[in-house]
């Protein structure tokens, strides 16, 4: 059974940084790319970041560019994401989900952790 466990959400203030984990089983973690999406409440769904598989590649959204850092540790089946500079508009539920190869979409996801930047 796959599972993604994303844990480090937390209230910050504007200007601080969390580290976000998400630790992955069921599955050959390092075959397949994975990301962060992020949810505002009562808004769509918000690509953040992408990583390939082995960490050779990264990709992000513009507004990401420069504060946000995704990293993996394929020995250990955890997915991360660096975030400084935090912005209250960066407040939302991050999820990591699992890359469905050649389609352009993620099959797996996690359950979440909450960010809230505010003072």
């Known amino acids: 059974e796959v599972q993604l466990v994303e844990s480090g959400g937390g209230l910050v203030q504007p200007g601080g940084s969390l580290r976000l984990s998400c630790a992955a089983s069921?599955?050959?973690?390092?075959?397949?790319?994975m990301n962060w999406v992020r949810q505002v409440p009562g808004k769509g769904l918000e690509w953040v970041s992408g990583i390939s598989w082995n960490g050779g590649s990264t990709y992000y959204a513009e507004s990401m560019k420069g504060r946000f850092t995704i990293s993996r540790d394929n020995a250990k089946n955890t997915l991360y994401l660096q975030m400084n500079s935090l912005k209250s508009e960066d407040t939302a539920v991050y999820y990591c989900?699992?890359?469905?190869?050649?389609?352009?979409?993620?099959?797996?996801w996690g359950q979440g952790t909450q960010v809230t930047v505010s003072s």
């Open positions: 989900a699992k890359d469905l190869p050649g389609f352009g979409a993620y099959d797996y």
């Open positions: 069921g599955f050959t973690f390092d075959d397949y790319s």
